[in-house]
């Protein structure tokens, strides 16, 4: 008997002429790709949508599978103008940064908060650096928060460091991350601007060294929605 699974849309397309490709976020089972038969036709439920949490069974041969039934487990996170787009630089992040049947339990379940946190009208930026933080631990790449890794040395919040993305924090006179925004990074507290700043380009910079110069369409979205505000 299939197993019902909690999971996620993280990104959906029109496959033929009544049926959806979806790319699904699965508790167990990690990013997974389905077919969803028919799914366009008038009538079908529920609407496959990102951002909704669902209950899915499917079946799998090789790298694609096919959803068999799916029910609604809850309501939708209500993301409007900048949390949608922050919504939709999440799902892109692990459409890109995961490896396909690959179960990230914890990640899902700390994805479903940062939905929740997103939809609360919450302050967005610590949102998404502590999502970007475990997305990157999930990964295997968990950044060097607590030391200077040439010499051992502890972090000092008022020394300027480097970041090498290889390796980690460098001490650096001219460096422009100090040490006080990694020390605010590991306590989880993000509150001074300079260290939202500097947390905010030092996780950019990690980020972008995982895409390896592909291009986040989210990003590109956000600009151009910021630019008409």
């Known amino acids: 008997m299939l197993q019902w ?5 993280l990104h959906r397309r029109r496959w033929r002429e009544t049926s959806l490709w979806l790319e699904v976020f699965s508790r167990e089972e990690g990013k ?17 949508q ?8 499917w079946r ?6 096919t959803l068999v039934d799916s029910d609604l487990l809850g309501a939708s996170p209500s993301l409007q103008g900048r949390a949608l787009y922050c919504g939709f630089y999440l799902n892109e992040l692990l459409s890109l940064l995961l490896v396909r049947d690959d179960p990230h339990p914890s990640l899902f379940d700390y994805y479903r908060q940062a939905l ?6 919450a302050d967005l930026e610590p949102c998404l650096r502590f999502y970007e933080l475990r997305l990157l631990e999930e990964i295997g790449y968990a950044p060097v928060l607590d030391r ?5 040395a502890g972090i000092v919040s008022d020394r300027c460091y480097r970041y090498d993305p290889e390796m980690g924090p460098l001490l650096d006179e001219n460096g422009w ?28 910079l990690l980020i972008d060294h995982q895409l390896q110069g592909r291009v986040l369409r989210s990003r590109q979205l956000f600009l151009h929605h910021a630019g008409k505000s």
Do not use: M, W
């Open 116 to 121: 929740a946190c997103l939809s609360s009208n």
């Open 50 to 57: 990102p951002f909704q949490p669902l209950l899915l069974r």
């Open 32 to 48: 997974v790709a389905l077919i969803a038969k028919g799914a366009c036709r008038r009538g079908k439920q529920p609407p496959l």
């Open 60 to 65: 799998k041969k090789g790298d694609l599978g």
């Open 5 to 9: 699974r909690q999971g996620y849309v």
């Open 177 to 204: 991350l100090h040490g006080a925004t990694l020390i605010a990074l590991q306590q989880g507290i993000l509150e001074d601007k300079r260290v939202r700043h500097e947390a905010k380009r030092l996780l950019r």
């Open 148 to 152: 200077e890794v040439e010499y051992g």
